[in-house]
Nanobody, 127 residues
Framework: QVQLVESGGGLVQAGGSLRLSCTAS????????MGWFRQAPEKERDFVAA????????YYADSVKGRITISRDNAKNSVYLQMYSLKPEETAIYYC????????????????????WGQGTQVNVST
């Protein structure tokens, strides 16, 4: 059974930082690209960032470039999202998702299909 468990969410003031973690089990973690998505209340789930199977290539939504970094540790079956300079409009549930493929070649990363996801972790950014 595939499980993705996110953690690290919480309440932070605007301009603050958070580091989200996601630990996976029940799948070949080291053979899959991973992504982070977020969903604000009454809005669609939006892509935030993705990383290929070995962590050599990353891809970001334009709105987060320069402020958010995705990374992974395959030895720990974990993927991370380091967020800086958070904005109130980034209040959302953040989801870790496992892609169907590796993310190779890197040109495929923007169009990856994600097939597993966790329950999410809530991030609240106050003004």
């Amino acid at each position: 059974q595939v499980q993705l468990v996110e953690s690290g969410g919480g309440l932070v003031q605007a301009g603050g930082s958070l580091r989200l973690s996601c630990t996976a089990s029940g799948l070949n973690f080291g053979g899959r690209a991973m992504g982070w998505f977020r969903q604000a209340p009454e809005k669609e789930r939006d892509f935030v960032a993705a990383i290929n199977w070995i962590g050599g290539t990353t891809y970001y939504a334009d709105s987060v470039k320069g402020r958010i970094t995705i990374s992974r540790d395959n030895a720990k079956n974990s993927v991370y999202l380091q967020m800086y300079s958070l904005k109130p409009e980034e209040t959302a549930i953040y989801y870790c998702e496992a892609a169907e493929g590796t993310g190779f070649p890197h040109s495929r990363i923007p169009t990856l299909a994600y097939v597993h996801w966790g329950q999410g972790t809530q991030v609240n950014v106050s003004t």
